[in-house]
């Protein structure tokens, strides 16, 4: 096929904030973490898929394969859905002390 432009899971996308790498970075329906720093509008390629540990809301607690979500306000991950894009799940318990959680994003777009 002649088609196929990529396999979708590293794509670029326009930061759409000054990130740096390893954040979080949700572009409409498009979520990864980012693979380097970039300013506000810049070119920035953010992974899709895999596991990372990503900058959460310390006071939310969750178990391993609780659903997660992204608070594009405070730019964490968080379990709280309500108003919070869905990203993922948790690969092990966090606890209401962590600063970041463990995650598995599957790349689907939500």
Not at 6 to 28: D, E, F, H, N, W
Not at 92 to 100: C, L
Request: with cysteine; hydrophobic share 45%.
């Amino acid at each position: 096929m002649r088609n196929k432009v990529q396999k979708g899971r590293v794509i670029t996308v326009s930061a759409p904030y000054a990130v740096t790498g390893g954040q979080g970075v949700l572009v409409g329906a498009l979520f990864g973490v980012a693979a380097g720093d970039a300013a506000n509008g810049a070119p920035v390629e953010i992974d899709r898929e895999g596991v990372f540990d990503i900058t959460a809301v310390t006071a939310d607690t969750g178990n391993q394969g609780a659903k997660v979500y992204w608070d594009n306000a405070a730019r964490k991950i968080t379990t709280t859905a309500t108003g919070n894009t869905l990203v993922g799940a948790l690969i092990a318990a966090k606890g209401g002390a962590d600063t970041t959680a463990r995650v598995c994003l599957d790349g689907v777009i939500r």
